[in-house]
């Protein structure tokens, strides 16, 4: 993988996060659309690659290496914002849902799907199980397209207070991350539990979306 893409794209970006706070109930859609916008053009670049260098693999052994690249990555993403509490906590799951984005449209790319295309968002929010079907998703994805709008990142008067926009945001992105996350996002809050998101946590909730990809683009 380009060091320099990976250097650009290993979280979500300030614009995003920004997007996300201002309208937290339908931040997986944000993360969903920015992720195929900003990953899918990755991913592409990345199959591409590997498939002049390694002739030898097919789209299994492609799959292969990007599951465990990407879980190797959600393992050590857990407090990556060097905050405590409750920021720092919803700063936790936003890079792990991103990384388990990044995971998803690698896969994809793996068995021909084009992890660019419009259409990964939708999966994106299936495989996440953010929504169980498909159309309700793509619903909500053309909801969230039209509220998008930039502002600072967990700055700015939104009208609400602030503790209860980041709980809600961070309870969504939890959702996104895997059921286990939600659950050690409020632990975070507690003054001194130090980093909550530990490898285990990040691990399973990957592997366990690494495993409904594969079985979704292999049938494809």
Known sequence: MNRQQSAETIAPSGT??????????YAPEHLALDAVRRLGPEA????????????????????NLAIKHFT???????????????????V?????????????????????????APERATDLLVLQRVHKVAETARTALGVAAGRERASR????????????????????LAQMAGVRAARRLFA??????????????????????AKRAREHYRKD
């Open 44 to 63: 592409a670049a990345w199959h591409a690659r590997l498939r002049r260098e390694r002739p030898d693999l097919d789209a299994d052994g492609l799959a």
């Open 92 to 116: 936790d799951v936003g890079v792990l849902a991103w990384t388990q984005a990044r995971l998803v449209l690698h896969v994809a790319a793996a068995y021909g799907a084009d992890p660019a």
């Open 153 to 172: 990142i967990f700055t700015g008067d939104s009208g609400r207070p602030f503790a209860g926009v980041l709980v809600k945001l961070g309870v969504k």
């Open 16 to 25: 995003l996060w920004a997007r996300m706070k201002a309208d937290p109930q």
């Open 188 to 209: 975070k809050m507690v003054p001194g539990a130090g980093i909550i998101l530990g490898t285990w946590v990040n691990s399973a909730a990957t592997k366990d979306l």
């Open 72 to 90: 190797t990555l959600a393992r050590v993403s857990g407090a990556v914002s060097g905050a405590a509490g409750l920021p720092g906590a919803v």
